[in-house]
């Protein structure tokens, strides 16, 4: 028996865990206590991560689908033979861009897996390169594009030493946190309240972040107006830091003239926020000695995401916490990233556009939600081959049927991944992939999202199980078959296909060496290497907190400048004036919500995480009444592209007029035994399929807002479409329950 240090690779947290090996195999995680971040903290997804590692239903083999629609297990041979002959005469045939990849949330974990996927797809010369990004943080990324010339340049709250914190979208006490890293999140957000400051949680459902701090309830998709709504406060009422801002940015004036006409009346109506508390709100922020406001998913997945994610650091910029502590700090890695982004290429937003939509890339990838109709639409360029790795697209993007029904007419499917899930049911092969406990790692592109600045490294904690590989080893392989050469850069591609091909880990040990914090190969004793990382197993806290002060330098307009007024905002602005009021018949908004014993749709087969759960649909008390619905009630919730039908939770934490649901659910057929038992549905076939109705500026689905109508269902063939579970259970649902998570293991 053996102890292995390591950290969790399913959330951003990036928790340190430590396993029980016996015989090769883990038989158990526990928190590290000596890590220096988590201080023995782990949720309970963390620790159940042994039952995905040893889980019977696991691929641990090479499948093939044969004719009848079953797996056969095959060799890697005959599968990486197959795979590539089949992709060279398509490539052959119809171009490099008949071939298509979707990487979903976990691959981003590991620090190979993106940087082989975007050699391979370079290399082919392919333009289809999609990724859960465009249903999670694409809109992020154009704003900082925008406002900074960066996409990568990404704030951070600096909860730590902040006074005011507006966070609008995110619900940190279950997600754990995102786009910034703070393992024990609550304990920082607690502190926050004990220096004698404050948390303002806008959201539209009263969520265990909001109960535990002051809730703003506000109206799905409100965040545009709302923010408008207090930058006009903070120009009108003279409350602007106007010399921190003009010495750092552009556009002041015009920025000024935009917000004029959305005073706090003008905007209440469709922000749901009344204008003298937008008033008190502005005056907050303002007077604050040191605010920040902070948006995640919830501000990501609206009609108009990318405009709220500008508007927030707008409001940041307008307040004067711009790059200063405790408002919004820019991270920084102890690697050269920004020197990265730029010779690589990777740091693109509008270089190329859609074939189908017309949509800017960002960082290389187009929105996932155009995937179908690049599938069906004839023509050159039109996709016939996908791969995906770690991603269960047929559960996470919207118009899931279409996309479902798009995937049968590629003539070649493959999915990498630790289970067969409802995409990989569809594919032609499956490839087993290794899990995080199974491949060493670096967290690389967490590194600036550190609120304290942090580096780790970690071995594999066990061989892999079976025989399942390492993403990037398969790419490898494969390209190897084609005889593709890949790599981020040309001189790479050639020293690739000549058969020179440096470990992934000589490669992080020659980035650290070299970089900011590097040992120079020597010159700087006691300096960063990934032997010196080796020496400290629970990982190397940088420094106390992010440096402030050198956003000038990051960012890359010429003038240096924030660019506060980009053309494309002022467009998006006069949009959102343009935005149609939803349809009559559709008068209630859904909106997600996640659960702290789920992790999007891939731990719903691990029993310590499934007991007593049903996937259900949370409800205000007065819109059960007005239809009807009792709680544990069947109801269908019908939109404008699809319909569900799932048990009622009536709670008064929904807002009057929303309807919450978490996505994941809804499991079918797949290799998954128990998720597929627990039923559910899949909510995602109720966002529209079409291009047309993603968000414009970065492509993103819209999973939040969506018009929906409810209604009761009469019980007959209840378990026909909808496949809800024929006995509701509500246990996990009710109104004033608590997370178990961390109240359980923080003490
Ligand atoms: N309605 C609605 N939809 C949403 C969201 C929402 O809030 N509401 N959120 C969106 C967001 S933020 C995200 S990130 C996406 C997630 O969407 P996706 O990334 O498409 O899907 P996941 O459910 O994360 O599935 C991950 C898959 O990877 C597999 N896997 C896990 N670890 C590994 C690994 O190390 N290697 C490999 N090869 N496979 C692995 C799992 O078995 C699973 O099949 O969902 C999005 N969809
Ligand atoms: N337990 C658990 N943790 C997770 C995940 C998981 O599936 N389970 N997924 C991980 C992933 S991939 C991600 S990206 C992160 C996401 O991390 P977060 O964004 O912090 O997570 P969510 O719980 O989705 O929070 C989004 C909140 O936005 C609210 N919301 C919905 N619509 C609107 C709106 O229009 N305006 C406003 N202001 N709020 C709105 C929802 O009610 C919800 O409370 O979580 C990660 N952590
Ligand atoms: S919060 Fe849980 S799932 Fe996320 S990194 Fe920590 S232990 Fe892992
Ligand atoms: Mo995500």
């Not at 691959?107 to 797809?121: I, V």
């Not at 501000?299 to 709220?308: D, E, I, K, P, S």
């Amino acid at each position: 028996m053996a102890e292995a240090v390591t950290y969790c690779r399913i959330c951003e947290p990036l928790c340190g865990l430590t396993a029980t090996v016996e015989d090769g195999a883990v038989t158990a995680i526990r928190a590290d206590r000596a890590h220096p971040l988590s201080r023995g903290f782990a949720c309970p997804k963390g620790v159940a991560m042994t039952e995905v590692q040893n889980d019977p239903d696991r691929v641990v083999h090479p499948l093939r689908r044969t004719p009848d629609g079953e797996f056969e297990r095959v060799t890697w041979d005959e599968a990486l033979g197959d795979i590539a002959r089949r992709l060279t005469a398509l490539r052959r045939g119809h171009g490099g861009d008949s071939i298509g990849w979707y990487f979903g949330n976990p691959a981003t974990f590991s620090y190979t897996h993106p940087l082989w996927l975007n050699g391979f797809m370079r290399a082919l010369g392919s333009p289809h390169l999609y990724s859960a990004g465009s249903q999670d943080t694409n809109s992020r990324f154009v704003a900082s594009a925008l406002l900074y010339g960066a996409p990568h340049l990404v704030p951070l709250p600096d909860i730590d030493r902040t006074d005011f914190l507006l966070m609008l979208g995110a619900n940190p006490l279950v997600s754990h946190g995102s786009l910034v890293s703070v393992p024990r999140i609550r304990e920082s957000l607690k502190g926050i309240v004990k220096r004698g400051g404050r948390v303002v949680v806008g959201d539209p459902r009263r969520t265990e972040t909001a109960r535990a701090f002051e809730h703003l309830p506000i109206t799905p998709d409100g965040d545009a107006w709302l923010l408008l709504s207090l930058l006009h406060v903070l120009f009108e009422d003279g409350l602007a830091d106007l010399d921190t801002c003009v010495r750092q940015a552009r556009g002041l004036a015009t920025l000024r003239g935009l917000v004029r006409d959305f005073s706090p009346e003008r905007t209440a109506p469709n922000s749901g926020v009344a204008p003298e508390t937008v008033r008190r709100l502005a005056h907050d922020l303002a007077t604050a000695p040191r605010a920040v406001v902070y948006g995640r998913t919830g501000t990501c997945l609206g009609v108009h995401a990318t405009l709220v994610a500008f508007l927030i650091d707008a409001v940041n910029a307008v307040t004067g916490n711009l790059d200063r502590p405790g408002g919004a700090v820019f991270g920084e890695s102890p690697l050269p990233v920004d020197e990265i982004v730029r010779l690589s290429g990777l740091g693109t937003y509008g270089r190329t556009h859609s074939r189908v939509g017309g949509f800017p890339d960002v960082l290389g990838t187009f929105p996932a939600g155009v995937m179908a109709e690049e599938i069906t639409t004839p023509g050159p360029g039109r996709m016939r081959a996908l791969i995906v790795s770690a991603g269960n697209p047929v559960l996470s993007v919207p118009g899931a049927t279409a996309l479902d029904a798009a995937l049968d007419e590629l003539d070649l499917l493959v999915c990498i991944d630790l289970y067969v899930s409802e995409t990989g049911r569809k594919a032609d092969y499956v490839l087993p992939a290794t899990t995080f406990l199974e491949r060493e790692d670096f967290p690389l592109p967490f590194l600036q999202n550190h609120l304290t600045p942090f580096v780790t490294w970690t071995e594999a904690v066990v061989p892999p199980r079976g025989e399942a590989r390492q993403e990037w080893e398969v790419i490898d392989e494969l390209a190897r078959r084609m005889g593709l050469g890949i790599g981020a850069l040309g001189p790479q591609r050639l020293a690739h296909r000549l058969g020179l091909r440096p470990s992934p880990r000589l490669m992080v040990d020659a980035l650290l060496r070299s970089g900011p914090r590097g040992d120079l190969f020597g010159l700087r004793p006691g300096g960063l290497s990934l032997r010196k990382l080796r020496e400290h197993p629970h990982g190397i806290v940088l420094a106390d907190h992010q440096p402030t002060g050198r956003l000038r330098r990051r960012i890359t307009h010429r003038d240096r400048r924030v660019n506060l007024a980009p053309d494309e905002i002022a467009a998006e602005i006069a949009r959102l004036r343009a935005t149609p009021p939803p349809p009559a018949d559709l008068p209630l908004r859904l909106i997600g919500l996640r659960e702290p014993r789920s992790h999007n749709s891939w731990m719903h087969n691990t029993p310590s995480l499934m007991r007593a759960r049903t996937h259900t649909a949370r409800l205000h008390p007065r819109d059960a009444e007005r239809h009807g619905l009792a709680d544990g009630a069947l109801c269908e919730i019908t939109s404008a592209h699809g319909t569900i039908r799932l048990p009622v939770a009536i709670t008064d934490e929904v807002t009057l007029g929303v309807v919450a649901v978490p996505h994941g659910w809804g499991h079918e057929g797949g290799g998954w035994r128990l998720a597929t038992a627990n039923g559910g549905a899949n909510v995602n076939v109720l966002a529209s399929p079409d291009p047309d109705d993603l968000e414009k500026l970065a492509g993103m689905a819209r999973l939040n807002g969506i018009p929906v109508k409810v209604g009761a269902v009469v019980r007959e063939s209840n378990t026909e479409d909808g496949g809800a579970p024929t006995e509701p259970q509500v246990s996990d649902t009710g109104n004033s329950r608590q997370p178990e998570s961390e109240t359980d293991l923080l003490g």
